[in-house]
């Protein structure tokens, strides 16, 4: 699988069956290249278009099931939010 095709499925939360977006980036461990967590955009500022408060830092292992459209997450977001300077 290719990080373009990631990037085209939406991230859902298995806990409450929210649509959380689509993969914006994905964080590697630097010696082994392993993947260790997907990025996920928050909601923007302003109207959904100006800016970002925070992005969703997702685990790796929170990953339930990767199908063919969607991207199955079980997560608490207050956990995974980090704040974009």
Do not use: Y
């Amino acid at each position: 699988m290719r990080f373009c095709d990631l990037q085209q499925k939406e991230v859902i939360n298995v806990c409450d069956c929210k649509c959380l977006g689509s993969v914006c980036d994905l964080e590697f461990e630097e010696k082994s290249g392993c993947i260790t967590a997907i990025i996920v955009p928050g909601p923007g500022k302003i109207l959904g278009c100006f800016g970002r408060d925070f992005e969703l830092c997702i685990p790796w292992c929170k990953i339930v099931k990767i199908g063919p459209d969607i991207i199955l997450v079980n997560i608490d977001e207050k956990e995974v939010k980090h704040k974009l300077s």
